[in-house]
Every structure is written in structure tokens, then in C-alpha cells.
């Protein structure tokens, strides 16, 4: 079947095809699986109560072939419910989280084979170890895709698409505040995404301050919290009067403001390429909340980042390195003064689900 339009939407028609002719295949194929695995049970048990009465009915051999079908039925079913589940297993707390240029084929390569394949799929209902299995396939489609979104930084409204669910925080949560907001993206974007976050971690080390430790290569989350520790042990040798405070961001990835979002990116010198890519993947998305396993109708975003997209730590760090500007704005006019050697440099430890700000200062 020849498809015609632009590369990323001959790729989503595809899948789509694809999609549908899999639901086929696995109908012919496999049938009703628990119409199979109690066909099989029956048969087995009859068979158990034959012997049981000396009777000689089928022979042990008949009995093995069962026994080993009623387990590749089981194998079978186990697969189908795992993927299918794997919502739930989000929900119920499974394992849950240089500029840009024409993308190379092996990069592509590794970040599809190094991703767990096993996540939720999105909107698309293709996780990534479809497209491990079948990267020889897929794969002049898929980077016919990836330069298309390079050179015109358009993506179509079903590869931003996600799927919302909510994941407890807690057991028994009774309220929405116990809940976290997860975002099942679909695989195409995916790639996109980790490509674009590859890249743009190597670059923020050079434009983030170093109050912030997290998620950049060569600083470990730790960092600011030993720091402070050292801090405060040497206040309390030297009996020095501070004050420590600590700023928490309530759902901060949900209160992210895409305005502000690109004002920082434009101050810290990105260029308009970059500008354009990121308005095609997160500016421009939608999003569909899973009830009972059911998509409601989609809806455009405003504003925060999504739970999930590897992108998103990374622009909240941007977003953050605002507040880390504020502050040295106070220390210039002489509104904050932090301690001992440590004029300022405010120490900022990211943990999960929220993110914490630790600060020190003198008191006046």
C-alpha cells in the first residue's frame, strides 16, 4: 500500500495499518486465549478422571501434547496481560522515570535499544520493544521521520498525544492531593525526546548554576545536601547565628509556565532551531486522561511538563536556574547574604515527588 504526505504521517499510517492487521493475526492465530486455556483444563481433567477410573481413553501421549499446550496458552496470556497491565503497574508503583543535528542511524539504534521496552505504550499502542524487534523494518521510516522533524520542527497531533493517568503516592489514598500525574507518551515521540534530552544535558552544564546538582553529567543529586551539611556543622562550630529555609515547588512540573519556559531558553542563548523543536513537542501537545483504563477525549495543554517525557527534567531545570537568577540579584543589591565563603550559593537538593530548595544564610 504506498502512502503519500509528509514522512512523519506516512510513519503514523503505517503503525496504524500495522495496528489493525496485528489485531487480525492475533485473532487467527491465537484466538480467545481463555476460551483455550479452559478448553485445554477440561480436556485435561476428563482425561485425569479417565485414568482415575482405570479407564483407558486417550493415551499419555495425547496427555502430554495437552499439558504442553495448556502452558503455552498460560505463556501467552501472561505476555498479552503484562503489556496490557503495565497502566496498572504504573499506577500501582512499578519501576516509575550539544545542540541538535541530522540524527545519525546508530544514535537512533542505541537510544531504541537501550530504552525498557516494557513501559505503558501511549496513544500509539506501540511500546519500544516492538521497534527493537523490528528496527530492520522500521527503521529507513523511522529516520525518514526524524530528519523531516529536524529540517521543519512539525510533528502531528497523534505523536505528541499522551495518555494521563494518576499513580498513588501513598497506599489507600483518599484524596486527588495523594496522587501524582503520569503521562504515557507514545514511542515515536519518545525517540524524539531522549534524542533532544541527550543532547541538551551536555549543553546546561555550561548555562546552570551550580546550586542545582541534579540530572546534569558530572554532579550527583548529593551534592548539594553534603554541602549544606558541611555548612551547617561549620555554623555550629564556630557558634554563628543563620537562618535555613527551604522552598518546596507543590506539583512542580504541573505549574511549569511555557512563556517563562521560553524567555529563560532565549536568555541563555538557544537558538530559534531549538525554540521551534521545543514548541513541536511540548508546546503543541495534547493529552487524553485514562478512566478505568479508558481515554476521554483529548484536550490542548497550557502549561507544565509532562511525568515521563525524558525531556522534562531537564527544561524544569531551565526553569528553575529563574529562581537561582532571583536570588543573585538579591546578593547584588544586598537584600541576601549567605554564609561564610558561600556569599551565595544556594544549595538545592531535586527529590521526588517534590522539588526542594535548601538555603543559608546570615542573620541580620
Not at 226 to 232: G, K, P, Q, S, T
Not at 241 to 270: H, P, S
Not at 296 to 324: C, H, M, N, W, Y
Given at each position: 500500500m504506498v502512502i503519500k504526505g509528509k514522512k512523519a504521517f506516512v510513519l503514523k499510517e503505517k503503525l496504524k495499518i500495522l495496528k489493525e492487521k496485528l489485531k487480525t493475526w492475533n485473532r487467527e492465530v491465537f484466538?480467545?486465549?481463555?476460551?483455550?486455556?479452559?478448553?485445554?483444563?477440561?480436556?485435561?481433567?476428563?482425561?485425569?478422571?479417565?485414568?482415575?477410573?482405570?479407564?483407558?481413553?486417550?493415551?499419555?501421549?495425547?496427555?502430554?501434547?495437552?499439558?504442553k499446550k495448556f502452558w503455552e496458552q498460560l505463556h501467552h496470556k501472561e505476555n498479552f496481560l503484562q503489556q496490557k497491565s503495565r497502566t496498572k503497574w504504573v499506577q500501582q508503583g512499578d519501576s516509575n522515570t550539544r545542540f541538535f543535528h541530522a540524527?545519525?542511524?546508530?544514535?537512533?539504534?542505541?537510544?531504541?535499544?537501550?530504552c525498557d521496552g516494557n513501559k505503558s505504550p501511549g496513544p500509539d499502542g506501540f511500546n519500544l520493544n516492538f521497534f527493537k524487534a523490528c528496527w530492520y523494518i522500521v527503521k529507513n521510516n523511522v529516520m525518514a521521520f526524524l530528519r523531516e522533524f529536524h529540517e521543519h520542527a512539525i510533528l502531528p497531533k497523534a505523536v505528541t498525544a499522551s495518555f494521563l493517568t494518576l499513580a498513588p503516592k501513598k497506599?489507600?489514598?483518599h484524596v486527588l492531593f495523594y496522587y501524582r500525574p503520569i503521562c504515557l507518551i507514545g514511542s515515536l515521540y519518545k525517540i524524539i525526546s531522549k534524542l533532544l534530552a541527550n543532547r541538551?544535558?551536555?549543553?546546561?552544564?555550561?548555562?546552570?548554576?551550580?546550586?542545582?546538582?541534579?540530572?546534569?553529567?558530572?554532579?550527583?543529586?548529593?551534592?548539594?545536601?553534603?554541602?549544606?551539611?558541611?555548612?551547617?556543622?561549620?555554623?555550629?562550630?564556630s557558634?554563628?547565628?543563620?537562618?535555613?529555609?527551604?522552598?518546596?515547588?507543590?506539583?512542580?512540573?504541573?505549574?511549569?509556565?511555557?512563556?517563562?519556559?521560553?524567555?529563560?531558553?532565549?536568555?541563555?542563548?538557544?537558538t530559534e532551531g531549538w525554540l521551534k523543536w521545543m514548541r513541536a513537542c511540548i508546546f503543541e501537545s495534547s493529552m487524553s486522561i485514562l478512566?478505568?483504563?479508558?481515554?476521554?477525549?483529548?484536550?490542548?495543554?497550557?502549561?507544565?511538563?509532562?511525568?515521563?517525557?525524558?525531556?522534562?527534567?531537564?527544561?524544569?531545570?531551565?526553569?528553575?536556574?529563574?529562581?537561582?537568577?532571583?536570588?543573585?540579584?538579591t546578593v547584588e543589591i544586598d537584600r541576601f547574604k549567605g554564609y561564610e565563603?558561600?556569599?551565595?550559593?544556594?544549595?538545592?537538593?531535586?527529590?521526588?515527588?517534590?522539588?526542594r530548595w535548601w538555603m543559608l544564610c546570615l542573620t541580620s
Open positions: 484466538g480467545n486465549l481463555d476460551l483455550n486455556i479452559d478448553k485445554i483444563a477440561k480436556e485435561l481433567n476428563e482425561i485425569e478422571d479417565l485414568a482415575a477410573n482405570g479407564i483407558g481413553g486417550l493415551t499419555f501421549h495425547n496427555s502430554k501434547n495437552l499439558d540524527s545519525i542511524t546508530a544514535e537512533v539504534k542505541d537510544i531504541v535499544l537501550n497506599d489507600h489514598p541538551l544535558k551536555w549543553v546546561l552544564g555550561k548555562v546552570i548554576s551550580n546550586c542545582q546538582s541534579a540530572f546534569l553529567p558530572q554532579r550527583q543529586i548529593l551534592d548539594g545536601v553534603v554541602v549544606l551539611n558541611e555548612i551547617i556543622d561549620l555554623a555550629k562550630r557558634k554563628d547565628e543563620c537562618l535555613l529555609f527551604k522552598v518546596d515547588f507543590e506539583r512542580a512540573y504541573d505549574t511549569v509556565n511555557w512563556g517563562f519556559l521560553g524567555r529563560m531558553m532565549v536568555k541563555m542563548g538557544f478512566v478505568n483504563g479508558s481515554p476521554t477525549e483529548d484536550f490542548k495543554v497550557g502549561r507544565g511538563l509532562r511525568q515521563g517525557d525524558p525531556l522534562s527534567p531537564f527544561l524544569f531545570l531551565i526553569v528553575a536556574e529563574g529562581l537561582a537568577g532571583m536570588m543573585s540579584r565563603e558561600y556569599r551565595w550559593e544556594p544549595i538545592l537538593g531535586v527529590e521526588r515527588p517534590r522539588n
